[in-house]
C-alpha cells in the first residue's frame, strides 16, 4: 500500500524546541494580551520580511476585515472571484459590495487593464489578490488608484517573503495582508498579520484588535477581538529560524516539477521572472483542452491513485451565495472561469520526497 499524499503538509519545528517556549509561557502566565513573545514576534517578523510595521493576527480573515475598518473603507470593493472566499467575506461582513474583476490568464492575478471600467462613484478601494504569491502590476494598480482617489489592500495571504528585485512585495498598497493559516508555507498553527507604512496605522489596528482598547480606560471606535495569543507567536518566533529552509525545499520540489511538465502538450505553467524571489508555496498546473484528460479526469485519477492533488481556486467565489447574484455576465469573468476550469494544484511541502514527485509525474506521464 503506497501511501497518501495531500496538496500540503504543514511543517513544524522540533517540538523539543518549542517546549521551551511552553514553559516559559507557564512560568510567566502571560498567554496573550500584547505579551513577551507577540512583541518579539512583530519585531523579528518585521526584520525578517524587510517590512517596518507589522501587526500581528490570530487569522487573517479577521486581519482582512480590519484592515477595511482602518482605511474606513466603504461602498464598493473592486476585487476578484479567482481568490480563497475569505477575501469577499471580508468585505461583506464590512457591509462592503465586491465588485468582480477578471484575471490575467498569465499569472491569476487580477487584470489591471479592467479596473477602470468598474469604478463607480461608490468605490472606495482595490483588494487584489497576489495568487500564489505572484506579484502584482503594482505599478499600474497605484497609479490607478491615485488617479481616482482609492486605497490598494492587497491580499498576500500566499505572499509570505517574496522578492521583487530584492524588495519586498509586502510594501505596496496602502495594507499587505499575509495569512499563517497550517496550509500556508510559514504557520503558526493559525494567525494573519496587516502590514502597513506608519505608526499611526499601527497603533489603529492595534487598537482595533483589541476590542479599540487604546488605554485601560479608552475605547476609540467599535473593535473586535482579534489578538495572536502568546503560544501563536511563539511558535511565529521558531518558524523564522526554519522558514527559509521550508522555501528551500519547496524550491527544490518545484524544479522537478517544472523541468517534467515544461514540455508537456496540454499542460500549462504559470510564467516565472528571474526578478522575483518566490517562495513555491504552490504547485498551479493548467489543464488545457489539448490534454487528453479533463483537469476533473486527472483530479479523480490522481486521486485514485492516492494522490489528494487540488482544485485550488474552484469554484470561483462568484459561484457561491451571496455573491452569484452580483454577477451581470459570466462572460465578463471569462479568464477566470477559464483558469478556475484548468487549475489544479499538485503536492508541494518540504516532507515530500523526491520519489513521490516522481510518482505524481509518472500518473501524468501515462496520460500524455
Ligand atoms: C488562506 C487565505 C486567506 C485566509 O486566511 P486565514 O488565516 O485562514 O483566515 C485569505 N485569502 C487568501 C488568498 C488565502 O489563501
Known amino acids: 500500500m503506497k501511501k497518501n499524499i495531500y496538496v500540503t503538509q504543514p511543517s513544524l519545528p522540533d517540538l523539543e524546541d518549542f517546549i521551551v517556549y511552553l514553559r516559559q509561557i507557564w512560568e510567566s502566565k502571560m498567554l496573550t494580551n500584547n505579551g513577551p513573545f507577540h512583541q518579539q514576534f512583530e519585531k523579528e517578523l518585521a526584520d525578517f520580511l524587510g517590512v517596518k510595521h507589522i501587526s500581528v493576527f490570530t487569522n487573517t480573515t479577521l486581519a482582512l476585515m480590519i484592515s477595511l475598518r482602518a482605511l474606513e473603507i466603504k461602498g464598493e470593493v473592486i476585487t476578484t472571484p479567482y481568490t480563497f472566499v475569505a477575501t469577499s467575506h471580508a468585505l461583506h461582513w464590512n457591509n462592503i459590495k465586491p465588485v468582480f474583476c477578471d484575471i490575467k490568464y498569465a499569472d491569476g492575478n487580477i487584470d489591471e487593464s479592467k479596473i477602470e471600467a468598474l469604478i ?111 503560544f501563536q507567536a511563539a511558535l511565529g518566533l521558531l518558524q523564522l529560524k526554519k522558514v527559509n529552509s521550508y522555501i528551500e525545499k519547496n524550491k527544490a520540489i518545484h524544479d522537478i516539477y517544472e523541468n517534467a511538465l515544461k514540455n508537456i502538450k496540454g499542460i500549462g505553467l504559470f510564467a516565472k521572472k528571474q526578478s522575483i524571489d518566490y517562495n513555491y508555496s504552490y504547485y498551479p498546473i493548467l489543464v488545457k483542452d489539448d490534454f487528453p484528460l479533463t483537469r476533473d479526469q486527472l483530479y479523480d485519477k490522481l486521486k485514485k491513485n492516492g494522490i489528494y492533488a487540488r482544485r485550488y481556486f474552484y469554484p470561483l467565489v462568484t459561484e457561491f451565495k451571496p455573491y452569484n447574484s452580483m454577477v451581470k455576465a459570466k462572460s465578463d469573468l471569462e479568464i477566470a472561469y477559464k483558469v478556475a476550469d484548468q487549475i489544479l494544484c499538485l503536492p508541494i511541502y518540504p516532507g515530500l520526497a523526491s520519489d513521490e514527485v516522481d510518482r505524481i509525474i509518472n500518473l501524468i506521464y501515462e496520460e500524455k
Not at 505608526?199 to 467599535?222: A, C, H, M, S
Open 120 to 230: 463607480t462613484p461608490e468605490t472606495s478601494a482595490i483588494m487584489p489578490v497576489l495568487t500564489y504569491g505572484h506579484p502584482c502590476d503594482f505599478k499600474k494598480i497605484s497609479e490607478i488608484a491615485k488617479a481616482h482617489g482609492l486605497k490598494v489592500i492587497y491580499d498576500a495571504a500566499h505572499a509570505f517573503n517574496v522578492k521583487e528585485d530584492g524588495a519586498s512585495v509586502l510594501n505596496f498598497g496602502d495594507l499587505a495582508i499575509l495569512s499563517f493559516h497550517a496550509t500556508k508555507i510559514f504557520n503558526t498553527f493559525e494567525g494573519g498579520a496587516i502590514i502597513c507604512h506608519d505608526q499611526k496605522t499601527k497603533e489603529r489596528i492595534d487598537y482595533l484588535k483589541n476590542f479599540g482598547f487604546k488605554d485601560e480606560v479608552t475605547v476609540v471606535g467599535p473593535g473586535i477581538n482579534a489578538k495572536m495569543n502568546e
